[in-house]
């Protein structure tokens, strides 16, 4: 395997921005060539997934349809749906609907009807590298106002990722996503984030989407993490189900949320799901 190994230059930026108050990864998160050409190769999966989903959501559909349908394509290309028994969670992908926030469980009696909004969340163990992402599916005809939440939300991933550079601030993609939420007259989550991942399935560091002060993380060339905001068209409270998984707004208002996978360039930063 290869080890990965800092550059002169980089260390030296490094104790540049240590000694402005940044908060410096520590050198395993920093992934090889080798090791995030694994990641892209199972990110390509997991996009695939996203887009065959974009075909295939219909109403009458059950949710139960939607996980048999990743982890066949899952199956069918070497790879292991991540999600499967991760921490006793007992199905493929997540599925959350309305408002459900994230981490919603497909189940046969679920049916998709028209006007839902679904948030398909899908990963990918490939060889033992892991990707993570996510899209907003619109079922049948949508109300404009539902149609909007999930758009804004689509901007603030976009607003999110593209603060992602080498010596950046983690705490910069949630300087750009919460303001711009808050205009278009949405809560960001705050209880939730993204996360590192690559060679487990969360690794640090965590990734808030709400405005921070201070330094903050530094982005480092070869870091990967998730930029995955989740977008409420009420307030940002949350509350757990009593099968402590699915997670919905607190108001019952109507929840988004896109995710991608990227990984941290010499240059800016390239999208490996999503």
């Not at 899952?74 to 991760?86: E, F, Q, S």
């Not at 497909?106 to 990963?123: A, E, M, W, Y």
């Not at 079922?139 to 603060?163: D, F, I, N, W, Y």
Request: glycine fraction near 10%; include cysteine; proline fraction near 5%.
């Amino acid at each position: 395997m290869e080890v990965y190994v800092l550059s002169d230059d980089i260390l030296s930026n490094i104790e540049k921005y240590r000694l402005q108050g940044y908060i410096i990864p520590h050198p395993s998160l920093i992934k090889t060539q080798e090791q995030l050409e694994g990641i892209r190769i199972s990110g390509k999966i997991t996009t695939e997934i996203l887009a065959l989903l974009d075909r295939e959501i219909h109403p009458g559909m059950t949710t139960a349809q939607i996980d048999k349908l990743v982890y066949d394509y899952t199956a069918d290309h070497g790879a292991v749906p991540a999600t499967l028994n991760y921490n006793g969670f007992p199905k493929s992908v997540c599925t959350s609907i309305n408002d459900v926030v994230c981490h919603g469980i497909p189940s046969d009696k679920t049916v998709l009807k028209p006007g839902d909004i679904i948030n398909i969340d899908v990963s990918t163990i490939l060889n033992g590298f892991f990707s993570d992402a996510s899209r907003m599916y619109l079922v049948g005809e949508v109300s404009p106002q539902a149609k909007r939440l999930v758009k804004v939300t689509k901007e603030c991933l976009e607003l999110g990722t593209r603060q992602v550079k080498p010596y950046g601030s983690i705490n910069d993609i949630g300087r750009a996503i919460e303001p711009y939420a808050n205009q278009n007259g949405y809560t960001v989550v705050r209880d939730l984030g993204g996360h590192g991942v690559g060679l487990k399935f969360h690794e640090e560091p965590h990734v808030d989407h709400f405005e921070k002060t201070g330094k903050g993380v530094l982005m480092l060339p070869g870091m990967v993490f998730t930029v995955e905001p989740m977008i409420n068209e009420g307030g940002y409270s949350v509350k757990m189900a009593h099968d402590n998984w699915t997670i919905t707004t607190r108001d019952g208002s109507l929840s988004a949320q896109w995710e991608y996978t990227i990984a941290v360039t010499e240059t800016g930063y390239e999208i490996l799901a999503g």
